[in-house]
């Protein structure tokens, strides 16, 4: 077992979760998380994300391995874990025939939260999910961002500490999904919620949490800050396109020449491009150019571009974390 830290508010070795049918979905995995921090779990479709937050919330039993959750061992104490958390699953909470007020209140009482302070504290929360206008609604009115939000109010009507997430934003137009990034970011700076949320929007991840693990297989594969998991592919890509009809001899005679330039690696070369990585690619821009035009080379084209979580993903299993249409809107919301 490794040694863990006393700030460590959750603490999790060798977990192993095996549903009745034999599904391995969590396979020994281990990782902390500071009081404080922005941690995310990211990976795709069934890597065992939700059977990690069901079984650090309660709800599901691990077959073997350590967890401590604020303090509590989660096999041993569930209700002293269950006090001091918050949980937004991935299917919706909220009862349909009662009012956004309704449900907010119900949720305190469930958390016994004194009456004294349970009013106020509710009707601050519907303010800061900017559900005030509809709060006297049944919840089977409202749009699935309006539910999304009265499902984050109602696990923070206790005040937790620490607020699990799983998949927040999935499904939610991007307008609602920029509001509920602001909100988690201003809880975990101002008020020090620890969060731990799971994605499977490299962009989420890469936006929001100060470190990530990735998660595939019921394993994690990876683990660090955004910029450590990206560097660690050997910094930024530089390409160089050449007249598109294709030229392998002029492209290999340029990788010739780029290969005397220190700070250039991992040349690889197609019939009319070339791509070369350098930690520090924009710098060495002017002398890439310079170098070529020396022996006459000329590129058409040439481009900068940095490594994103997603290539993080493929460079660690050989797959892309998902094809989605909401990570396409979401970085370019004025095409279709
Ligand atoms: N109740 C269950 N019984 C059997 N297998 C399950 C059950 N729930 C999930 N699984 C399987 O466990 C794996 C991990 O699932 P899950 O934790 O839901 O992944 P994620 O949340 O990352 O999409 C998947 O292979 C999934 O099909
Ligand atoms: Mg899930």
Known sequence: MTAYHTDDIIAVDDLVVVYPDGTRAVDGIS???????????????????????KTLTTLLRM????????????????DEVRRSIGVVSQDTVVDVDLTGRENLLLFGRLQHVSSEVLEERVDQLLRVVEL???????AGRYSGGMRKRLDLASALVHEPSLLFLDEPTTGLDPQSRAALWEYLETINREKGVTI?????YMEEADRLCKRIAIIDHGRLIGEGTPGELKSALGGETIELSFESSGNPELVARAAKVLGTIAG?????????SLSASA???????PSVITTL?????????????TPTLDDVFLRLTGRR????????????????
Request: net charge negative.
């Open 264 to 272: 250039l690696s991992q040349l690889s070369t197609a019939t009319s």
């Open 321 to 336: 974390i998902r094809s989605d249409e909401l990570d396409r809107r979401t970085t370019e919301p004025f095409l279709q």
């Open 132 to 138: 005030e206008d509809v709060a006297g609604k049944p």
């Open 196 to 200: 731990f949320l799971t994605t499977q």
């Open 293 to 305: 035009a020396k022996e006459d080379i000329h590129p058409s084209a040439l481009s900068v571009s």
């Open 279 to 285: 930690a520090n690619a924009e710098r060495l821009l």
């Open 31 to 53: 990782f902390r998380v500071r009081a404080g921090e922005f941690f995310g779990f990211l990976g795709p479709n069934g890597a065992g994300k939700s059977t990690t937050i």
């Open 63 to 78: 077959t073997s391995g350590y967890a401590s959750v604020a303090g509590a061992m989660v096999d041993r104490d569930p």
